[in-house]
Structure formats: structure tokens, C-alpha cells
């Protein structure tokens, strides 16, 4: 009997990566979940719903990594894929790795570095942002700008936490208000990544 569903993604190879592919690896990402659900209800029918999700791995690149695994792009990739991962119902999912060697490339597939005093890589710093949303209830809003990408968390704590990802070069001020059930939000605490 089918209890789970394990798979991996890793958009990139070595050499080929890229901003744009990158973040279109999100999309390509929920379109594939969406496919997987849509084949296990075929094979399974009501029964798909008990299926559990496990992405054994994920990163950026397969194998190899190079310097955009250390860079900003990195964060932000991962910022939208802990919302990818949410939205799409994966029940588990293990990041690759906790730490690795460098590679040839300049790149680090690791959450911190091989050294002495185990410094943290950047990537390290988005799981420490959204540790404290674990249990609360996620939104996806639509988005409103090309390069925007807009992720709401109600934390158990009854905060509302937003993730707002620019994947532009603009500088353009944004003014942002947030109204839900009357009340509104007001910015108290920012992360700023660049």
C-alpha cells in the first residue's frame, strides 16, 4: 500500500545558473506538485489525500554548487520555496545540507561553513526568520508588481507576518498597508536583505 511520495528538486546545473530560471524554478515547482496530486487522485482516488510528501532534498543547484548559492539570489529563492513548500502541502522537506565542503566553483551547498567556529551561511538566516512561524496559517496573495512576490503568515503568536520579496533592480519606494478584518497592520520589525 502507498503511504508516501518522496522525490527531490533541484532546478540548476552546474554552470547554468541563473537569476531568471531560478526564480522560475518556484513556478515549475507548484506546477509539478500540482501534476503529482492530479496523477496519485487518478491512480488513488479519495485515498490521495492520505498520502504523505516528503522532499528528501532541495537546494538550488544538483550538484557542484557555484557562487549563487552564497549570494542574495540564494535568499531570496529560498525565502519563496519555504512558501512554495507551504502552498503545496509538502509534509517534510530536508534543505541540502547542513554543511558540505566548498566547491571547486565557489560555491557551498552547506547551511554553515566548515571552519573552526561553524559560521552560518546566508541561507542559514531564512530559517532562522521563519522558525518562529511554524504552526500559523499561511496565505499566498496574488501579486501586484512583476518582480513582487507577497507571502502572509499568521504566526501562533496571532501576529501577521509578511515576507515581500523584490526580485528587481528598482529602488522605487513602496508604501505598504495591511488590512485584515478591519484591523490594521502596522510594520514593527523589517528583515532586509540588499
Known sequence: ??????????PQEPGEEDERSLRGSLQQFRVRMTA?????????GPRANEIVFLLAGYNSVT???GPQTLSDMQVLWLSEMIGALVESGVDLAAYWTLL?????RGGDYGLIQRSPDFPPR???????????????RWWALPPGVTDLS?????????????????????????DLRVRRNGRVFQVTEAWHVT
Open 1 to 10: 500500500i502507498l503511504e508516501a511520495v518522496s522525490f527531490t528538486f533541484f
Open 36 to 44: 503529482l496530486r492530479h496523477q496519485l487522485s487518478e491512480i488513488l
Open 63 to 65: 550538484w557542484e554548487p
Open 100 to 104: 558540505s565542503e566548498s566547491s571547486p
Open 122 to 136: 546566508p541561507a542559514y538566516y531564512v530559517f532562522q526568520a521563519f522558525r518562529r512561524l511554524q504552526g500559523g
Open 150 to 174: 507577497l507571502q502572509a503568515v499568521e504566526g501562533t503568536d496571532g501576529e501577521l507576518y509578511l515576507v515581500l520579496i523584490h526580485w528587481g533592480s528598482s529602488t522605487d519606494a513602496m
